[in-house]
T-cell receptor
Framework: GAGVSQSPSNKVTEKGKDVELRCDPISGHTALYWYRQSLGQGLEFLIYFQGNSAPDKSGLPSDRFSAERTGGSVSTLTIQRTQQEDSAVYLC????????????FGPGTRLTVT | QQPVQSPQAVILREGEDAVINCSSSKALYSVHWYRQKHGEAPVFLMILLKGGEQKGHDKISASFNEKKQQSSLYLTASQLSYSGTYFCGTEAGNTPLVFGKGTRLSVIA
């Protein structure tokens, strides 16, 4: 079956513009996670969804970041008024549920803010 | 709270062994291990649940000591294909999976 897909694979934007990053999880996976990985750095947790609700938004770095998930499937991460420090690879992962379930990662979206 | 991994980096010759450690200040429910090769997404290795579990995956195994809130990943007889960055992730209660900063492993011929 298909894995987690993300689009676009690469995005170059000018400082101050808004961007939307999309994640299509594996069908049937109720849990969905967003992580950010800056160059040579670790995996920074951003937000987690169980179904359509986001019980944990603690990792969002500022109010410029928001995310939603509709129909318990596709998720969109939106960054408003992008800054250069937002440049990173944004990774999405999904799993059968929260807890001790294997997380399946997508290929990521590389965001470059110029 | 982010788990702490050590060492930050290690270089091995083919056939050598390595241990990567992961510790947390919180009581853990589970520990996850992933490997990420350059330019690729992280790939799942194994999950360990509380209860002093040990698991194996070919020549890669791990242990989880819930009392000490620590996990260790053991790589034996390393191969070139083992090169990459290894991440441990921890879950405590209802908190989602949080990763450490990673351990960069380089295996050379």
């Amino acid at each position: 079956g298909a894995g987690v897909s993300q689009s676009p694979s690469n995005k170059v934007t000018e400082k101050g513009k808004d961007v939307e990053l999309r994640c299509d999880p594996i069908s049937g996976h109720t849990a969905l996670y967003w992580y950010r990985q800056s160059l040579g750095q670790g995996l920074e947790f951003l937000i987690y969804f169980q179904g359509n609700s986001a019980p944990d938004k603690s990792g969002l770095p500022s109010d410029r970041f928001s995310a939603e998930r509709t129909g318990g499937s596709v998720s969109t991460l939106t960054i408003q008024r992008t800054q250069q420090e937002d440049s990173a690879v944004y990774l999405c992962a999904s799993s059968l549920g929260q807890g001790a379930f294997q997380k399946y990662f997508g290929p990521g979206t590389r965001l470059t803010v110029t | 709270q982010q788990p702490v991994q050590s060492p930050q980096a290690v270089i091995l010759r083919e056939g050598e062994d390595a241990v990567i450690n992961c510790s947390s200040s919180k009581a853990l429910y589970s520990v996850h291990w992933y490997r990420q090769k350059h330019g690729e997404a992280p790939v799942f290795l194994m999950i360990l649940l509380k209860g002093g579990e040990q698991k194996g995956h070919d020549k890669i195994s791990a242990s989880f000591n819930e009392k000490k809130q620590q996990s260790s990943l053991y790589l034996t007889a390393s191969q070139l294909s083992y090169s990459g960055t290894y991440f441990c992730g921890t879950e405590a209660g209802n908190t989602p999976l949080v990763f450490g900063k990673g351990t960069r492993l380089s295996v050379i011929a």
